[in-house]
């Protein structure tokens, strides 16, 4: 089963908590942040359920063939997955930091 979740772009510092997660790609559309992934078996690990969970304005649906959205406890279809490009969230969220600060000369 795949999986998405669609999150305003806000949520970000609830959505870098997942940046451990190789399974997790990531793509940025519409001022929205959208997560997907692979669930084996046909559902999520625990750690990964509870971590979408506590993604503030997070919404969850189940993709079928030709990227249809299932929003979660809805049957029937309403909207498409972005096209993308997605990479991993891990390289998405590349940290920039800054510099260290240099002794005066």
């Excluded at 997660?21 to 046909?42: F, H, K, M, Y």
Aim: with cysteine.
């Amino acid at each position: 089963m795949t999986w998405a979740l669609a999150a305003p772009a806000e949520s970000i510092r609830a959505i870098a908590r997942l940046r451990q997660r190789a399974d997790v790609t990531v793509c940025s559309a519409d001022n929205e942040i959208w997560l997907r992934g692979e669930a084996p078996d046909q559902q999520l690990d625990e750690p990964l359920a509870q971590a979408l969970r506590l993604i503030p304005g997070g919404r969850q649906f189940t993709v079928l063939a030709g990227d249809q959205l299932v929003a979660a406890g809805k049957l029937v279809p309403s909207g498409r997955l972005p096209a993308g490009p997605w990479q991993p969230l891990a390289e998405w969220l590349s940290l920039n930091l800054p510099p260290p600060n240099q002794p005066k000369a």
